[in-house]
Nanobody, 123 residues
Framework: QVQLVESGGGLVQAGGSLRLSCAAS????????MGWFRQAPGNEREFVAAIRRSDGGTYYADSVKGRFTISRDNAKNTVYLQMNSLKPEDTAVYYC????????????????WGQGTQVTVSS
């Protein structure tokens, strides 16, 4: 059983930056593909970014491409989401997720989920 704990959310002005962290425990972190998702009020949870377990290959939603960067530190069992040039429409609860394969990484088919961290971007 893998436990995921997100941190780093908060309130930031438009154009600002935040770095989210997700600490994993209870499993072999390097064997998991990691993803970030977000859910705004009234909206469905949507894919943001993912990083493959095997070669560190990355995937991004079009809405964040060029602004957000996902990375991982297998020695620290942590995945990060660096968010730059934030916009009010990035406001959401951000969730970290883990899966034991590298298929369908942009889907919701992840094995484990964190509790989420709130990101609010003011205009």
């Amino acid at each position: 059983q893998v436990q995921l704990v997100e941190s780093g959310g908060g309130l930031v002005q438009a154009g600002g930056s935040l770095r989210l962290s997700c600490a994993a425990s209870g499993g072999t972190f390097s064997s998991y593909t990691m993803g970030w998702f977000r859910q705004a009020p009234g909206n469905e949870r949507e894919f943001v970014a993912a990083i493959r377990r095997s070669d560190g290959g990355t995937y991004y939603a079009d809405s964040v491409k060029g602004r957000f960067t996902i990375s991982r530190d297998n020695a620290k069992n942590t995945v990060y989401l660096q968010m730059n040039s934030l916009k009010p429409e990035d406001t959401a609860v951000y969730y970290c997720a883990a899966k034991s394969n590298s298929r369908l990484v942009t889907s919701h088919l992840y094995d484990y989920w964190g509790q989420g961290t709130q990101v609010t971007v003011s205009s």
